[in-house]
């Protein structure tokens, strides 16, 4: 079955060259550099304040200080993906884990901008797509937020295609199915 492209669900905007400046902006900017001090058991302390600016002009910040252990990625498939510390995602798993330990906001804002903070950094569609639907499937969960602060982050104002907002709801809808049959 034929769907337009995803591009042509918003007015004004013309598909964006693979990889390019402008397309990884499009998904929001990193405006710091990350820098860190390693500790032991792959872990790693910020030593400044690391944020980043989404698409709808949200700002996620990670504080000075802040201990990460990096994207939570098990073992048995680094030699896939890398490492917890390795590639463009490691950035973007440093906001994302400042936000799980806080819950200052949505889990689910909290691991959307997780995903939008990897394709910002350029990681591939597949990858990022893969490690946001790990995230939202077996990823932490709260019951609600400390503060309120993403009134801006409406769906409808997202980069969403109606294919991904399906797949996110199967994710969803099979992840409560899982929670509601409890342990084997």
Request: net charge positive.
């Amino acid at each position: 079955m034929w769907a337009p492209p995803v591009w042509a669900q918003f007015p004004g905007r013309q598909p964006i060259g693979r990889d390019s400046e402008k397309r990884k902006a499009s998904y929001g900017t990193f405006l710091d550099e990350l820098n860190v001090k390693l500790l032991s058991q792959g872990k790693i302390e910020l030593l400044n304040n690391f944020r980043f600016k989404d698409q709808v002009g949200t700002l996620w910040v990670a504080p000075k200080g802040l201990v990460s252990d990096g994207a939570s990625i098990p073992r048995i498939f680094w030699s896939l993906v890398g490492g917890p510390l390795d590639g463009d995602y490691r950035d973007a798993a440093v906001i994302h884990d400042q936000y799980c330990i806080s819950q200052e906001r949505d889990w689910l804002a909290t691991h959307r901008a997780f995903y939008f903070a990897m394709k910002a950094k350029g990681v591939s569609d597949l990858l990022a797509q893969t490690m946001y639907y790990a995230v939202v499937a077996y990823g932490p969960r709260w019951a609600e937020t400390k503060t309120q602060v993403c009134a801006n982050n409406d769906r409808s104002r997202r980069r969403y295609s109606k294919v991904a907002l399906g797949l996110e709801q199967i994710v969803l809808n099979g992840h409560e199915r899982l929670r509601q049959a409890g342990p084997l």
